[in-house]
Structure formats: structure tokens, C-alpha cells
């Protein structure tokens, strides 16, 4: 229930004067919690994971460099020939390494597979994290006069947390013999030097020459969150290996580019094509690694909308002298610009960079990555390698935003770090300041109402909705965050892949106190969301928010109860965070009714319910798992 500003005001000031100032700290990075406690290793040896369910074993050569996804899942898009592990523990991504082999990497950390700490309920719990195992293979026509080797490259901490020395990543090799038994064959400590290394493991022993052999990676870490980050990447077994002699050929992209704007990530497509020229970059950096000798490559990028390429170049550049090396090649975009005219309130851009095929893994030889407008601006790229946090009663976080147009603003997207300390009982208020010589200055808008951080368990890089007690109207620079009324740190996301926070993120340690400048680098992911041109959506600044109607269950898997109070007709549309339809349903009469979400993706939606007769509208966030 919302709280009285004279309330609210009084509290804190009570708070504020109550609280010794020593208690005010610094701004914080998330990091590592030191476990008191160093845990001894279970036994190396363990049961046989399960069986590659309806199919056979695999055969050689096995390769995996993580550029499209391969874990277990049953999502239609992603073939079963692209799966190759039998569990779901390991994160597939393109942002949390530093200089990979190839696109995409494999990382074990203290998150399980949708993103939530194995242990929320203690700082310090350590222990088993993830397991990363093999689809059996066939091993049975080798013997260990074949060479077979595994080989991979592997890489502590990157862009996250890189692991203490009572940590560290293990290989096992399975043996069908008999009952079945796991052999640890290999391990790493913590506390590594940053950089990928590569590493050969031969296949030495007779029980391993079998059919239903396996391999795993798994790691020891803290539980508690997204710590002691290990990346693996270019995963091949094969016979007929000398590891003096080795060598690749392989050309590849390294990392996704996420936006073609300056400076923003997103931005509302109504405020873009007002003057589209003013936020597009000049040029483009492509992240690309030879790790063979000389090839000839050729890069381009081409951009596509509803299926339509509307942009296709190719530049030839550096044919010659590229071995065995890293390249970042600057793409000069030659004035271009999404087309404004493809739509008016939204649109996304499906952009692809890409080198000429010069080897037998085409898969890792493109970048993608969409191009979003729609009703909130970004500077982040959408995902989070660290936390950031202020641990100071009364203190506020706000980030730099520039409202190209005037606009209404309507809330906020804030992305919550599951690190270390469970803080969802904690609360906080959201708020917009207005510009004072580069600085938050006064409040634009007052914000009553007390909200708490947000952890989800189903996905990683889960970003939150909250909504202003009252649509703010800005125009030019403005600030948005919030105020925290105890002295514990909220650990929202920090993207390490951009840095704005140098000149667009500020804090201060209590009322009345001044605001600095942040010195940690990265985009703290707090974006603001707009009005931007929308009508008949879930955030319209015409629609009347009534009270909360009584919808169950919420989080729901499924199916949704809605009791409905009246006897006319209700239309029911769920629409999901960017303003698109993505469900509808109607029915008449007083008593519960149900609706069915099974078809939609995991995520947050807004369910907008409009009666017919009165034209009065409800609306209620829900949760689909």
C-alpha cells in the first residue's frame, strides 16, 4: 500500500539522523565473499550420468565451440544434432569471456541452470556447482595406439569473477566397464592468470575404449551467486592427435556487436525518427581470431527487417599476415540508418556480421544480434558480468538519460544480481531527478510507494518492471534510479561489455549529501520506459489503472485464474514488456475464468483486461514460467 509523503518523509528523516556516519561506504562492485570455511573434496567417483535418452552413442570426432547453443532443451528451434551434453547447469554465452577462441563459451559458476544461486540462503556456502557432461560416445574401435585426445581451452574469471585459489574446474572420464565409474582426469586451480589455456588429455586407459564412454567439466564454488566464473570453449576429441604438432584451421568471430547506435543500446523508435542521423554510429568494430595459419578474409555486415535483407556490404580487408591471431576491424557503416519509415511506433532490426567461409565450422563464422526500438532507452547490451551496489541508508543511485523528445515517462526496467546476500526483503523508491549542471537535481515527481528487488528462477538476465505512482512528463536530460532507506547493498547488474557509468551514473550516501561520479566502470542496468507513441498497450498513459484484480495463480506455469466481478463482457490481452500482443481471450459473467498461457515464453507479461460496457481497464503483471 502506498505510503503518505508526510509519513514517508518523517521516516526517513528519522533514519537518516539515527545513523552513524561511518556506516556510509563507497560505491561497491559485486565480488567475491571469502569462504571461512575451505570445504574438503567429495570423492572423485561417482554414479554414471543418464544415457542419451532414444538415441545411439556418438562417434568421433566431437566438437563443440559453443557458438549455437547445445545443451538439453525443447525448444523447436534449436535441432537435436546441435545437442551434445546431457545436462543444463552450464550458462552458453558470448559476453562473460575476455579474448575466446571462437564465439561463444560454456561458463560453470555458483548459478544453476536458470540463473538462480544454488544456496540464496548463505553468504557463504561453497561447494559442487555445475556439471557440464557428455552425450556417450563410441570409443570401442580405438585403442590407445590411435592418439585420442580431448582437447579445450579454458579461461578463469573473463569479464566475471575470477575464481580463489580453493576453487577450481575438474575433468572426469566415465568408464562403461561394469557398473559404470567416474575417474577424475585432470584439474585447475583458481586464482588463474585471465587468459584462455589450452588443454590435451589423452585417452590413455583400455576401460575408457568402450561404447558409452563420457566426459564432464565441473567446478567447485561459492553458491551463493554469480561467482567463480570458468569458460570453457573449443571442445574436440578426436584420434590421431599430436599436440606438439597440432594445429587449427579455423578463422571465426569472437564476440557479438549488440547496437549500431551512439550511445544507446535501445532507444524508443519514435524518438529515433525524429532525427535518425544523430544516433547512429560512424563505425563498427569486428571482433574476429585466426587460429590457423594465413587466411584471406573477407568481413561484412548485412541488416534485415521482417525478413528483408534492406542492407547487405562486404569489405575486403587483411589478406595477409593474420596467423594465429586476434583482429578488430573497424567497419565504416558509409552514412547508413534504419529505415525510419518501416513503422511508427516500434521495430527491430535483425543485424549479422560475418566473415567469408574459410573452414569446415561455418557456425562460428557469424555474429548476430537485434536491433531493438521500442519504448525504453538502454545503454547495456542486455546482460549482466558484475553487480553493482551502494550500502548507505538513504543513499541513491541515478543514471543519465536524455529524453530526445518530450515524452511521458511511465516507469523503469532494473535488472537484480543474485549475489551473495538474498535482498528481495529489502526496499526501496523509485526516482526521477531533473538536470542541475550535469548533476540529479530536484525531483521531477514524487514516488511514494515502496518496491523491493526482484530475483527470478527461471532465466538468466530476468529484467524488471516498475511502474511510477504517476507518469512523469520529461523533455532534455533527467535522471532515474532510486533511494534505499537501509544501509544494505541492492545488487542490480552491471554490463561490462559498455561503460557509461564514468559519465552517466552518480550516487550520494544520504540525504542532503552530494552526488558523485561513479568510478567503476561498465552500464548499470536501470532503463527508463516511455510512453513513446503507444496506445492500447499495457503502459498508455490514457488507460486507468484500477485496483488490482484478483488473478491465480501468479507465477503461473500454465493456466491463469481471473475472477471476474461483473456481468459483462471482459477482453482479456497479454502483452509482453515490449508493448507487443502476445495472447488473447474474452469472456462474460461473474465467476473465475480461466486463460492459457502455456504457449508463451518464460518471462513477465502484462495482462490488460478491458470491460466492455464501462470501457474501464484493469491491469495486472504476471509471471509466466
Not at 576429441?237 to 587449427?248: A, L
Request: proline fraction near 6%.
Amino acid at each position: 500500500m502506498p505510503v503518505s509523503p508526510l509519513r514517508y518523509l518523517l521516516f526517513l528523516s528519522i533514519l537518516f539522523l539515527s545513523v552513524p556516519s561511518n556506516v556510509f561506504s563507497q560505491e561497491q562492485e559485486g565480488d567475491l565473499r571469502y569462504n571461512p570455511v575451505l570445504l574438503s573434496r567429495p570423492a572423485q567417483r561417482s554414479e554414471p550420468a543418464e544415457s542419451r535418452g532414444g538415441g545411439g552413442s556418438l562417434t568421433l570426432p566431437f566438437f563443440d565451440d559453443f557458438s549455437r547453443y547445445s545443451l538439453p532443451t525443447d525448444d523447436a528451434n534449436i535441432p537435436a544434432e546441435w545437442q551434445q551434453w546431457l545436462d543444463t547447469s552450464a550458462y552458453i554465452n558470448t559476453h562473460l569471456p575476455l579474448s575466446p577462441p571462437t564465439i561463444g563459451v560454456a561458463t560453470l559458476d555458483g548459478l544453476d541452470g536458470h540463473g538462480y544461486p544454488y544456496d540464496f540462503s548463505d553468504e557463504f556456502a561453497y561447494g559442487d556447482a555445475d556439471t557440464m557432461t557428455s552425450f556417450p560416445i563410441d570409443l570401442s574401435p580405438f585403442s590407445v595406439d590411435d592418439n585420442v585426445y580431448l582437447l579445450f581451452f579454458f579461461q578463469g574469471g573473463g569479464l566475471g569473477n575470477n575464481p580463489d585459489a580453493e576453487d577450481s574446474l575438474l575433468v572426469d572420464f566415465f568408464s562403461p566397464f561394469g557398473q559404470g565409474e567416474w575417474f577424475q582426469q585432470w584439474s585447475a586451480p583458481g586464482l588463474t592468470d585471465g587468459t584462455f589455456q589450452q588443454v590435451f588429455i589423452q585417452v590413455t586407459q583400455p576401460e575408457f575404449f568402450l561404447d558409452g564412454f563420457q566426459f564432464r567439466f565441473r567446478n567447485y564454488a561459492t553458491l551463493s551467486g554469480a561467482y567463480d566464473h570458468w569458460h570453457i570453449d573449443y571442445v574436440v576429441m578426436r584420434q590421431g592427435i599430436n599436440p606438439d604438432s597440432f594445429e587449427f584451421d579455423e578463422v571465426a568471430m569472437q564476440y557479438p556487436n549488440h547496437s549500431f547506435l551512439q550511445p544507446y543500446s535501445v532507444m524508443p523508435w519514435t524518438h529515433y525518427i525524429d532525427n535518425p542521423s544523430q544516433f547512429m554510429a560512424t563505425t563498427f568494430t569486428a571482433f574476429e581470431r585466426n587460429l590457423g595459419p594465413t587466411e584471406n578474409i573477407v568481413t561484412g555486415y548485412s541488416v534485415g527487417y521482417q525478413g528483408d535483407v534492406t542492407n547487405f556490404i562486404e569489405q575486403d580487408i587483411n589478406p595477409f599476415g593474420n596467423s594465429f591471431q586476434e583482429m578488430q576491424r573497424t567497419i565504416v557503416l558509409n552514412g547508413f540508418q534504419f529505415d525510419p519509415a518501416v513503422n511508427d511506433t516500434c521495430a527491430t532490426f535483425d543485424v549479422k556480421v560475418y566473415i567469408n567461409p574459410t573452414d569446415l565450422n561455418l557456425q562460428n563464422d557469424t555474429a548476430s544480434f537485434k536491433q531493438e526500438f521500442t519504448n525504453y532507452y538502454a545503454y547495456d547490451d542486455g546482460t549482466a558480468e558484475r553487480s553493482y551496489a551502494i550500502t548507505s541508508a538513504g543513499g541513491s543511485v541515478a543514471v543519465k538519460y536524455r529524453s530526445e523528445i518530450p515524452d511521458t515517462l511511465l516507469g523503469l526496467f532494473i535488472h537484480w544480481l543474485p549475489q551473495g546476500i538474498d535482498v528481495s526483503d529489502q526496499t526501496f523508491l523509485l526516482r526521477v531527478w531533473g538536470d542541475a549542471s550535469g548533476a540529479p537535481g530536484s525531483e521531477l515527481a514524487e514516488n511514494f510507494e515502496f518496491h523491493s528487488p526482484r530475483f527470478y528462477d527461471d532465466g538468466y538476465n530476468v529484467i524488471s518492471y516498475y511502474e511510477f505512482d504517476q507518469p512523469v512528463y520529461v523533455d532534455g536530460n533527467f535522471y532515474v534510479g532510486w533511494t534505499q532507506p537501509a544501509a544494505i547493498g541492492l545488487t542490480v547488474g552491471n554490463d561490462k561489455n559498455t561503460n557509461t557509468n564514468p559519465v552517466r551514473l552518480f550516487y550520494r550516501l544520504g540525504l542532503g549529501q552530494p552526488w558523485f561520479q561513479s568510478e567503476i566502470t561498465g552500464s548499470v542496468m536501470i532503463r527508463p520506459v516511455f510512453r513513446a507513441g503507444k496506445s492500447e498497450v499495457w503502459n498508455s498513459v490514457e488507460e486507468e489503472s484500477l485496483s488490482e484484480i484478483n488473478v491465480y495463480p501468479n507465477p503461473t506455469e500454465q493456466w491463469i485464474n481471473i475472477q471476474w466481478n461483473t456481468q459483462e463482457q471482459a477482453n482479456c490481452v497479454v502483452y509482453d514488456l515490449m508493448g507487443r500482443e502476445a495472447s488473447r481471450d474474452s469472456f462474460y459473467g461473474v465467476g473465475v475464468h480461466q486463460m492459457d498461457l502455456g504457449s508463451l515464453a518464460a518471462g513477465p507479461y502484462v495482462l490488460v483486461i478491458t470491460d466492455s460496457s464501462s470501457g474501464e481497464v484493469r491491469r495486472q503483471t504476471i509471471l509466466r514460467r
